[in-house]
């Protein structure tokens, strides 16, 4: 097979022009190791793209001048392993070609102040400017459908997935996990410089970060004096060691589920980072919308996939409604209401497949509730105060060990404020009323009247998103979709994978 080595942009869009596939793009500073075969296996998956590995040390990301003349340079070494593991091509280009002297075209990025100024970055100053600026500009130059990235560097990860979306760069990333030496210490590019000594170090290191991990999952708790003090004795000197909310680098406090302990350490002249991910529960998916978005089915397909409990907040209402009525309970009268819902406990049970139980007090009412009867005074009983909050108090209940997928209008604002992914699932107002009218015709009930339909959805969705009990809401950090061209898989997929990508893969059961 013919190897295809570029150096310059020219050669790159030629190659473009005569292949006509997407593109799988590898940005790397070569140095390649494991990791790198890994992120090329990974990218190789597209089948139908070209997998396109770079090699540009970066001189914007070093702060340091001894740290760039002393990065590992590999090239040819570099060249073998990289054809070896499936990449179709490398792009090798100059500095000059990356930052050309008419500087016009470049667009010098500033990273995101939140995720930047914290761990690494207080000693690199302007390292992730740097990367943000370099990772633009090959975007630019390559065109990828998709760029892979370790989560090694999840930091710098995090920090790239915020300039993509800030700038709202149409580019997919995909990363992978660490990849771990036998002996437990990450691959790097930078272990190269390490001495005999100084790798004993990182090993040692490493090794406190999983055995703190293990400690972790039995006790949920962390002590950082412990550890440091630890690795003082063993002579390890440590330039950070944090606990922090894997997602946005602030420190853990204790409601925050996914974390990460996470540092960098001095061995020798080179600093070496490493970190765990660490869970208490596991994840919840929250998915909010208006009626007609076609969240219930999307809900419980995810649930089915990620085999989650599906939460069914309105299976939850109309359980109660089926006690109230079997009960015969004046549920007008709030001190009759009360003394009721004290004796409540209403839970799921999976049964076969995607099918899971419903049972209220020891009474599987998985269809018994699905009555006409149950239909006509759900709606009545879900807007009465008591039964909201005692509800709402159940789900986080059911939540607390995580592992769901809940569906309704207020889950991700008010029931699961720390979800790991929140998503508002919507559609336009005419998409959901051809959604209704198809529906309702499908069911026997011609002559529905279009325009007559969407004022009825426009005037709900007013009522939902202006009640004063639960009304619709979107939380701050809910991802939007918006389902209109969308079949029911293709939701589900796109759901699948933003939370698959939002996960640390170390994290996946
Ligand atoms: O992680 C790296 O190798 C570099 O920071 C990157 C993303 C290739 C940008 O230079």
Same mark, same amino acid.
């Given at each position: 097979?013919?190897?295809?080595?570029?150096?310059?942009?020219?050669?790159?869009?030629? =190659?473009?022009?005569?292949?006509?596939?997407?593109?799988?793009?590898?940005? @790397?500073?070569?140095?390649?190791?494991?990791?790198?075969?890994?992120?090329?296996?990974?990218?190789?998956?597209?089948?139908?793209?070209?997998?396109?590995?770079?090699?540009?040390?970066?001189?914007?990301?070093? /702060?340091?001048?001894?740290?760039?003349?002393?990065?590992?340079?590999?090239?040819? +070494?570099?060249?073998?392993?990289?054809?070896?593991?499936?990449?179709?091509?490398?792009?090798?280009?100059?500095?000059?070609?990356?930052?050309?002297?008419?500087?016009?075209?470049?667009?010098?990025?500033?990273?995101? %102040?939140?995720?930047?100024?914290t761990?690494?970055?207080?000693?690199?100053?302007?390292?992730?400017?740097?990367?943000?600026?370099?990772?633009?500009?090959?975007?630019?130059?390559?065109?990828?459908? #998709?760029?892979?990235?370790?989560?090694?560097?999840?930091?710098?990860?995090?920090?790239?997935?915020?300039?993509?979306?800030?700038?709202?760069?149409? #580019?997919?990333?995909?990363?992978? $996990? @660490?990849?771990?030496?036998?002996?437990?210490?990450?691959?790097?590019?930078?272990?190269?410089? =390490?001495?005999?000594?100084?790798?004993?170090?990182?090993?040692?290191?490493?090794?406190?970060?999983?055995?703190t991990k293990?400690i972790f999952n039995q006790t949920k708790t962390i002590e950082l004096k412990k550890i440091?003090?630890?690795?003082?004795?063993?002579?390890?000197? #440590?330039?950070?060691l944090e606990h922090v909310n894997a997602f946005n680098l602030k420190r853990s406090t204790s409601e925050i589920n996914i974390t990460m302990l996470t540092?960098?350490?001095?061995?020798?002249? &080179?600093?070496?980072?490493?970190h765990v991910f660490l869970m208490k529960r596991d994840p919840i998916?929250a998915?909010?919308?208006?009626?007609?978005?076609?969240?219930?089915?999307? &809900? +419980?397909?995810?649930?089915?996939?990620?085999?989650?409990?599906?939460?069914?907040?309105?299976?939850?209402?109309?359980?109660?409604?089926?006690?109230?009525?079997?009960?015969?309970? *004046?549920?007008?009268?709030?001190?009759? =209401? *009360?003394?009721?819902?004290?004796?409540?406990?209403?839970?799921?049970?999976?049964?076969?497949?995607?099918?899971?139980?419903?049972?209220? /007090?020891?009474?599987?009412?998985?269809?018994?509730?699905? @009555?006409?009867?149950?239909?006509?005074?759900?709606?009545?009983?879900?807007?009465?105060?008591?039964?909201?909050?005692?509800?709402v108090k159940?789900q986080r209940k059911i939540g607390e060990a995580g592992g769901? #997928?809940?569906?309704?209008?207020?889950?991700g604002?008010k029931v699961f404020p720390h979800a790991e992914?929140?998503?508002?699932?919507?559609?336009?107002?005419?998409?959901?009323?051809?959604?209704?009218?198809?529906?309702?015709?499908?069911?026997?009930?011609?002559?529905?009247?279009?325009?007559?339909?969407?004022? %009825?959805?426009?005037?709900? $969705?007013?009522?939902?998103?202006?009640?004063?009990?639960?009304?619709?809401?979107?939380?701050?950090d809910?991802?939007?979709?918006?389902?209109?061209?969308?079949?029911?898989?293709?939701?589900?997929?796109?759901?699948?994978?933003?939370?698959?990508? +939002?996960?640390p893969?170390?994290l996946?059961?």
């Open positions: 097979m013919t190897r295809i080595i570029l150096k310059t942009i020219k050669e790159l869009n030629e =190659l473009r022009l005569s292949n006509q596939k997407g593109i799988s793009f590898v940005p @790397t500073m070569g140095n390649l190791h494991r990791g790198h075969k890994e992120l090329i296996r990974e990218a190789k998956k597209l089948k139908e793209n070209l997998v396109l590995l770079s090699i540009f040390i970066n001189p914007l990301q070093f /702060n340091d001048k001894k740290d760039l003349s002393s990065y590992p340079r590999t090239i040819n +070494k570099d060249i073998d392993l990289a054809f070896a593991a499936g990449a179709d091509a490398i792009f090798i280009p100059s500095v000059d070609e990356i930052y050309p002297k008419n500087q016009k075209k470049i667009n010098y990025l500033k990273a995101s %102040e939140n995720l930047s100024k761990l690494c970055g207080i000693s690199r100053e302007g390292h992730f400017d740097g990367v943000c600026t370099v990772v633009n500009r090959l975007i630019n130059i390559v065109k990828p459908e #998709v760029i892979f990235l370790g989560e090694k560097d999840w930091q710098q990860l995090l920090i790239i997935k915020e300039m993509i979306a800030k700038n709202n760069i149409k #580019v997919a990333i995909k990363s992978i $996990d @660490t990849q771990r030496d036998i002996d437990g210490i990450p691959y790097s590019s930078r272990n190269n410089l =390490l001495l005999k000594n100084d790798r004993e170090k990182l090993k040692l290191f490493s090794a406190e970060l999983f055995r293990q440091m003090k630890k690795l003082k004795d063993k002579d390890i000197k #440590v330039e950070y540092g960098a350490i001095i061995c020798g002249s &080179t600093r070496l980072i490493d998916i998915i909010d919308g208006p009626a007609g978005s076609g969240k219930s089915t999307v &809900t +419980k397909l995810v649930a089915k996939k990620l085999k989650f409990i599906f939460l069914d907040t309105g299976a939850m209402y109309r359980a109660l409604s089926w006690y109230l009525i079997k009960e015969k309970i *004046n549920y007008g009268n709030s001190e009759d =209401l *009360n003394s009721f819902l004290s004796d409540i406990s209403i839970q799921f049970k999976s049964v076969s497949g995607s099918k899971q139980n419903v049972i209220i /007090n020891n009474h599987n009412v998985t269809d018994k509730i699905r @009555t006409q009867e149950i239909s006509s005074i759900v709606s009545s009983i879900s807007s009465i105060k008591e039964v909201r909050e005692f509800l159940e769901i #997928v809940a569906e309704g209008r207020d889950i604002s992914l929140k998503i508002f699932l919507t559609a336009t107002i005419e998409e959901r009323a051809r959604r209704r009218k198809n529906e309702l015709e499908a069911m026997g009930q011609g002559n529905i009247d279009f325009e007559q339909l969407k004022n %009825e959805i426009e005037k709900r $969705d007013f009522d939902d998103s202006n009640r004063k009990i639960s009304p619709l809401t979107k939380a701050e809910a991802i939007e979709i918006i389902s209109d061209d969308y079949t029911i898989n293709q939701v589900v997929g796109k759901i699948l994978e933003i939370y698959l990508e +939002k996960i893969k170390e996946h059961l």
